[in-house]
C-alpha cells in the first residue's frame, strides 16, 4: 500500500448487481446516505464515547482485524484501532462514496484502510477477520440475514460480531415517528434465530434506552 498515493486508504470493489432490484435498493441507499455524510458528525459527534465504550468491553483481540461494516464517517475507526493496537488491522467498508471521503481523514489518523464495497459481499477472504462491527448497518439491508451470513463468511471460528447503536430501538423508532414492531430485525427473537441460521451464536442482547449493543460469536 502506497501512503503517498492520493487514492489511500481506499480500496475500491463494487461488485455487479446482486440480485434483481439490487440497483434500485443501492441507488437508493447511496443517495440517502451521501446527502447525510457531510453533516453526519456534525450531528452525531456526542456519541463517539458511546461508541468507544461499547468496543472496549466487546473482548477485540489485540493483534487482530476488526473490520467496521457500513462505517459511514468512520466514528468506530479509532476505538477500532485502540482495541486491536498499532500491530492490529482496522478496515471500514461502506458503500456510499461520500461517507468514505468524510472518513478518510480518520483512517488515515488511525491507520485504517476504506472499502468502497458492499458488506453483503466483501472483497475479503473466508475466515480472514477477527471482529466486525456494525452500528446501523442491518436495519438498512433488503436482507439482513444474507448480511449475516457474508459477515460469518469472513469471520474466523471463535470471531466476533458487534451490532450497535448509540440510542435504543426504542428511542429511535420515536425518532422516526413509527412504532416499535417485534418482527424487526434486531428484536431478540429476530436477531436471536437469524444469527443462528447464519452461523453466529448470540451472546449478549442489550437494548436499553442508551444504546442497543448485541455481540455474537462465529461457530
Ligand atoms: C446509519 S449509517 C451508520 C454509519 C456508521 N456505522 C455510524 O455508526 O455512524 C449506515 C451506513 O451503512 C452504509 N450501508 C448501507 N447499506 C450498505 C451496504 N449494503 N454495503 C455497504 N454499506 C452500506 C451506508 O452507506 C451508511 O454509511
Given at each position: ?125 473466508g475466515r480472514s477477520v477477527d471482529a466486525v462491527f456494525a452500528a446501523g448497518l442491518l436495519n ?80
Amino acid at each position: 500500500m502506497d501512503l503517498h498515493d492520493p487514492e489511500w486508504p481506499v480500496i475500491r470493489h463494487m461488485d455487479p448487481v446482486l440480485v434483481p432490484g439490487d440497483r434500485w435498493y443501492r441507488t437508493e441507499s447511496r443517495a440517502f446516505f451521501a446527502t447525510r455524510a457531510a453533516t453526519w458528525d456534525v450531528k452525531f459527534g456526542s456519541d463517539l464515547p458511546a461508541y468507544a465504550s461499547a468496543i472496549a468491553e466487546s473482548g477485540l483481540v489485540v493483534g487482530g482485524t476488526a473490520v467496521d461494516v457500513g462505517c459511514g464517517t468512520g466514528r468506530a475507526l479509532p476505538a477500532l484501532r485502540a482495541a486491536v493496537g498499532p500491530a492490529g488491522t482496522v478496515l471500514g467498508a461502506d458503500h456510499t462514496p461520500q461517507m468514505l471521503a468524510e472518513a478518510s481523514v480518520r483512517a488515515r489518523q488511525n491507520g485504517a484502510f476504506l472499502m468502497l464495497a458492499d458488506v453483503r459481499h466483501l472483497p475479503l477472504p473466508g475466515r480472514s477477520v477477527d471482529a466486525v462491527f456494525a452500528a446501523g448497518l442491518l436495519n438498512h439491508l433488503p436482507n439482513p440475514a444474507n448480511g449475516l451470513r457474508e459477515l460469518a463468511r469472513i469471520t474466523r471460528p471463535g470471531g466476533r460480531l458487534v451490532l450497535f447503536h448509540p440510542s435504543g430501538r426504542a428511542v429511535l423508532a420515536a425518532r422516526h415517528g413509527r412504532r416499535l414492531r417485534d418482527d424487526e430485525p434486531l428484536a431478540e427473537p429476530v436477531l436471536r434465530v437469524s444469527t443462528a441460521e447464519t452461523g453466529w451464536e448470540l451472546l449478549r442482547y442489550e437494548d436499553g434506552p442508551s444504546r442497543f449493543y448485541a455481540v455474537a460469536v462465529r461457530g
